[in-house]
């Protein structure tokens, strides 16, 4: 695997879904 | 057979009485801080919340959690680092993902065996760490609900709850539990491992010299690790067996402590709702509801996984199996083999596949349905092993995942039935729908209904994505209906946040200079990472929303009309709810999972 890339990738992809997570809590409010 | 779940349910629910009072007069902040303790409680405190800042702070810890779990997954392979001295190296990306995902939310999924692949650095500063802390966030999310249904100026502060809920709930049990745990035989180490030489000369193989190879065992701090592990219904065990390991679970006393451990804080905090509310009746009846759901669960898996015989034994017909013959014309020659229903098999103990005997032979299956109950995930038999319709209570239990439920968070899944039963009565009925003295208005009927919701999207929808394509048909192993019940386990487990497994799918791929993985592992690691997380928050929030608002509302006063919520009636109402909506949601996929496998042809056949 190619550390290079993956390592980030999944990095970023966990803090992208938290992300959505608190957009959904901020959507939350809007209902 | 029976005098386990039964000692264990009576024991666990006499003393949530008193854990709850304890808990309720911790979390309402009664109690009175030795200093130096007090100081700490200080500088955490940034204030009162809302609900808003609340479920901001939740967040923001756990986006600090996972920065944190991956640093340290990441960093396992470096030389500096102490306490690795079996060398382990760094574990594959997408196995770091979905074991730090796995840890912070309280699912403990494991990609990965704990004594092959992670070094004692990482079993106390990522495992145990995040089994302390991922426990106390459900905790804190029903406590900010509950302040906010009682109409609280504002919801408490998270960081102070965390603290309050590490320091003096769950480090005193875990240490009173770690001692019978050592004294049983546990280890407790910082060494990696003894080398032994086997009792039987050459049990591990000779060396070319001829000199016999030794054994290597695997230790480390597990009387440290177990405690939390059950208690925090993390389930995540530091040997890859988990609680069937003769080090992690040793002996039939061990095993009841661990199955109790793992109950009594869903038990205590459904009793601490009531009180720190003040509706102590009220609490009671959802007890109720929980604990016939609870006896159902385990007297289903018991009756037909213990007293009831593995059907691949006595379905099975004399038959001719293939194998490969390069003499013969066809290249294959038959090898009948005789009716297994006419061997001398005694199965009068039913289903011993996958059991550890020195804990009886129903200790596995109530394991078993209390482990997906309160979604602790641990494991004293392999789930793979058991009859098929066996394996019906455990997913039933995640797919309902308010049988108690992890601490707090299987109340809050409750309160979801709860919310949703209360207004179909009142548009039943033609009144509005009430609770706690609050009408409750289409707002929170959205909310729950969406945070209802996710858990059967994020278990269906990936199912099928897999069962439809070499994702999920290549990595199982087991053909037809069991083969698609490994899958639909694997996401039920990880949308439940429980963490158990039907082993056999091929879903590792361990360290990162592993040179066999198996091959639909990455696919595996990243969708079970994606639904533990949505699964974890998005019914949290939603829920702290709803209480939030529900707890703005003008309190309306108690009349004739008013529906009662500590009635029997109201119970029947709850768990009708509970199983209609239940059944509506999973009854399909049971029927091409579990009841196929029954009713169509065993396991090990065409």
Request: charged share 10%; aromatic share 12%; glycine share 10%.
């Amino acid at each position: 695997m190619n550390l290079a890339i993956w390592l980030p990738a999944m990095f970023a992809l966990g803090l992208v879904s938290m992300g959505l997570c608190l957009l959904f809590l901020y959507a939350c409010e809007k209902i | 057979m029976w005098s386990l779940p039964i000692s264990l349910l009576l024991v666990t629910t006499i003393l949530a009485f008193p854990l709850s009072r304890y808990a309720a007069w911790i979390m309402n902040g009664k109690y009175r801080a030795p200093k130096l303790l007090h100081w700490f409680e200080a500088k955490l405190n940034s204030g009162p919340q809302n609900w808003k800042q609340y479920a901001v702070s939740l967040l923001v810890f756990n986006i600090m959690l996972f920065i944190y779990g991956f640093v340290v997954l990441w960093l396992q392979g470096w030389s500096k680092l102490p306490m690795n001295d079996l060398h382990r190296g760094m574990l594959e990306p997408t196995t770091i993902f979905n074991s730090v995902i796995s840890f912070m939310t309280n699912t403990n999924l494991q990609h990965y065996s704990g004594d092959q692949h992670l070094s004692n650095f990482c079993q106390i500063f990522f495992c145990i760490a995040n089994q302390f802390l991922s426990a106390a966030v459900g905790f804190c999310a029903l406590s900010a609900i509950i302040r906010a249904f009682r109409s609280d100026p504002h919801v408490g502060n998270f960081f102070v709850d965390m603290w309050r809920v590490v320091v003096y709930m769950f480090v005193p049990c875990a240490l009173i539990l770690a001692v019978i745990f050592v004294q049983q035989g546990s280890p407790m180490t910082f060494n990696a491992a003894n080398v032994v030489s086997t009792l039987e000369p050459g049990a591990m193989s000779s060396a070319t010299s001829g000199a016999q190879t030794q054994q290597t065992i695997v230790v480390g701090p597990v009387a440290a690790l177990v405690p939390i592990k059950m208690l925090g219904t993390n389930g995540g065990g530091f040997y890859g067996m988990n609680a069937a390991h003769p080090m992690e679970n040793p002996t039939a006393l061990t095993n009841w402590f661990t199955t109790f451990a793992m109950m009594i804080f869903p038990f205590t905090l459904v009793l601490m709702y009531g009180r720190m509310l003040g509706r102590l009746r009220h609490a009671v009846v959802i007890f109720s509801v929980m604990m016939l759901l609870m006896i159902g669960t385990i007297v289903w898996s018991i009756y037909f996984d213990t007293m009831k015989p593995n059907p691949g034994f006595t379905a099975h017909t004399a038959a001719a199996y293939q194998v490969p013959d390069a003499g013969s014309s066809s290249g294959k020659r038959d090898v009948p083999f005789p009716a297994v229903a006419g061997l001398p098999v005694d199965q009068h103990t039913g289903n011993l596949e996958g059991k550890e005997m020195r804990f009886g032979t129903s200790a596995g299956a109530t394991f078993a349905a209390v482990t997906v109950d309160v979604t602790c995930g641990a494991v004293n038999c392999e789930h793979d092993a058991l009859n098929p319709v066996a394996a019906l209570s455990p997913m039933v239990g995640m797919w309902l995942n308010c049988i108690y439920g992890g601490k707090g968070v299987g109340m809050i899944n409750l309160l979801l039935f709860l919310i949703i039963g209360i207004f179909i009565a009142g548009q039943m009925v033609g009144r509005t729908p009430e609770y706690l003295g609050k009408k409750i208005g289409g707002r929170e009927v959205k909310l729950a209904l969406i945070a209802l919701l996710v858990h059967p999207i994020m278990i269906l929808m990936p199912t099928g994505l897999f069962a439809a394509t070499d994702w999920g048909n290549k990595a199982t192993s087991n053909p037809g209906p069991h083969g698609f019940s490994q899958m639909l386990y694997q996401f039920s487990s990880a949308s439940a946040n429980n963490g158990s497994a039907f082993d056999g799918l091929g879903v590792t791929y361990g360290l990162n200079n592993n040179t066999s993985p198996s091959p639909e592992a990455v696919p595996w690691d990243i969708a079970t990472g994606l639904v533990m997380l949505f699964s974890r928050y998005l019914p949290i929030i939603a829920p702290i929303a709803m209480a939030g608002y529900l707890g703005m509302k003008k309190s309306a006063p108690f009349g004739l009309g008013t529906l009662r919520d500590d009635t029997f009636t109201f119970g029947v109402l709850l768990l009708g709810t509970i199983l209609i909506v239940g059944a509506l949601l999973f009854l399909p996929v049971a029927a091409l999972g579990p009841v196929a496998e029954h009713f169509g042809p065993f396991p090990f056949g065409g």
